[in-house]
């Protein structure tokens, strides 16, 4: 995109891209390293220093911080757009994950949740708007350009994502839970640090909000957030006082909100757009496309939470003597990533519009089908007292990995080519909040896993329902082909993956 009138571009490409790469690495590193260890520390005795949850309650709380992360990509977006800018916006996104990670070193319950929370809503705040910010430095001549930062960004996400839980896990596990997530602060400030000294070199872009909101709107929508807030503090301090809170009601709010805001939001978006014939059939189908995301990213989010306390309980990590850390395992997928990007890549050049959308999400779940089948059988072995081999277990990582990369940056790129005109800027919020939505199911789902056991019904559960959805997709290939490319014969079919730069999760990886 062009800047706007007035406002001067930087010199110095290499530098601003050095900055904003440096930010995003080590904003990255925090959040992959705290995700690591977060679901240990949920179940650890409180003798250890963790806080003792049910396993059941454990894994929900995981899946309703990833949802809230995603859901709350949305207000953080309109922040930066409307009031503070992406340049300021990102500072003090950073700023508030590093308080958030300070605050969970602390060796109390309540500042642990309230960390959570904070991360949650600074992550919400900065990733919108430094992807935004990235795009202001280009023009409309320069989506070559683009893409090829948007690849070394990728690229800065999976190194921090497989160091981040080799350090913060060997910490957490071997030494103190909150030292692990104290690096994972302490990689958050250096990053705050150099993104603060570096963005001088960003001129006038990003600093004033690219489409200011008017003082009545933002009286509106002050009003609105003092109206929620007001509502749910006196929920809270009524089960305080009455003694009846406790945290499974705030993971069940946030559930809740997580669950819902995508589609009510999505109504409102169909409802006050004036959409052509084509344009209501292709957002038809975009929705379908929307919901794969949802389905996808609540498998991607085991392996931060279920996959993580098989690795603990059920899977035999001593080597040479060494005890690995079950955290560790979280290394795996970052790494695969890495490993696969490239062979998928080249695979989809050579396929070229051949492979369609539709076929990439079904083989997406299809994969995570095979793994979760896999590890169905581990945990049937498990079941009878062994500990099984860790090669059950990064199978299904790997599956996960290779599902990420290809249907990741599809869905992505398919967000903007199916969305109609009139949702321009807010596809990508609809995106993420929709994988939020993925972390809704897994925090629902998490209520059925019970302390210690190695859970194969669970397991094949899933492996059933990622099949299903791959079958489901297959049958109604031509359909939902048809309803993407109406009106618009290049649309989504022929969009090229090569660019392996949207992939998240979760993840949120990106």
């Not at 309230?114 to 992550?123: C, D, E, N």
């Not at 990420?404 to 990508?428: C, K, N, Q, Y």
């Amino acid at each position: 995109m062009n800047p706007p009138s007035g406002i001067t571009r930087p010199s110095g490409r290499p530098r601003w891209l050095t900055t904003l790469f440096l930010a995003d690495m080590w904003e990255r590193f925090s959040f992959f390293g705290m995700q690591a260890i977060m679901i240990l520390f949920a179940v650890a005795p409180a003798e250890e220093g963790g806080l003792n949850l049910p396993h059941s309650t454990a894994v929900a709380l995981y899946g309703a911080y990833v949802g809230l992360i995603f859901v709350l990509s949305m207000p953080g977006g309109w922040l930066g757009d409307r009031f503070l800018g992406e340049h300021r916006a990102t500072l003090y996104g950073g700023i508030v994950i590093a308080l958030g990670h300070y605050l969970m070193m602390v060796p109390a319950r309540p500042t642990a949740y309230l960390g959570l929370v904070t991360i949650a809503v600074g992550t919400g705040l900065l990733k919108p708007n430094m992807l935004a910010l990235l795009g202001r430095f280009y023009g409309p001549g320069e989506s070559n350009r683009r893409e090829a930062a948007l690849v070394v960004f990728y690229i800065g996400i999976q190194i921090s994502a497989l160091l981040a839980p080799l350090v913060t896990g060997f910490l957490g596990e071997r030494m103190n839970w909150h030292l692990g997530f104290g690096a994972a602060g302490l990689g958050m400030t250096f990053g705050v640090i150099q993104y603060a000294v570096g963005s001088r070199r960003f001129g006038t872009i990003g600093r004033a909000p690219a489409h200011p909101a008017s003082r009545a709107e933002l009286r509106t929508v002050v009003s609105r957030i003092a109206v929620a807030a007001a509502v749910v503090g006196a929920l809270l301090t009524g089960a305080v006082l009455t003694g009846h809170f406790a945290i499974t009601h705030g993971i069940a709010l946030v559930g809740l909100v997580t669950l819902t805001a995508p589609f009510v939001y999505f109504a409102v978006l169909r409802r006050r757009a004036r959409l052509s014939q084509d344009e209501s059939r292709r957002l038809s189908a975009f929705r379908w496309v929307l919901l794969s995301v949802a389905l996808f990213w609540m498998f991607v989010i085991q392996a931060g939470s279920t996959l993580s306390l098989f690795a603990q309980r059920h899977t035999a990590r001593e080597v040479g003597g060494f005890l690995v850390p079950a955290s560790w395992f979280q290394a795996a997928i970052p790494l695969f990533i890495l490993l696969a990007a490239p062979v998928v890549a080249w695979l989809l050049m050579r396929r070229g519009g051949r492979v369609s959308v539709v076929d990439k999400i079904a083989f997406g779940h299809l994969l995570a089908a095979a793994g979760f089948g896999v590890i169905s059988v581990a945990a049937v072995l498990a079941a009878g007292g062994e500990m099984v081999s860790p090669l059950w277990l990064l199978f299904v990582l790997l599956t996960l990995a290779c599902g990420e990369v290809i249907l990741g940056p599809t869905v992505m790129s398919a967000t903007v080519d199916l969305a109609p005109s009139a949702f321009a800027g807010r596809t990508m919020a609809l995106y993420w909040m929709f994988a939020g939505v993925g972390g809704g199911l897994g925090s629902m789902l998490g209520r059925l896993v019970s302390a210690g056991d190695p859970q194969p019904v669970y397991f094949l559960a899933l492996a059933l329902l990622a099949l299903l959805t791959a079958t489901g997709f297959v049958v109604a290939r031509r359909r939902l082909a048809a309803a993407m490319s109406s009106g618009s014969p290049d649309a989504a079919l022929t969009k090229s993956s090569a660019a392996m730069t949207g992939s998240g999760p979760a993840s949120s990886r990106s």
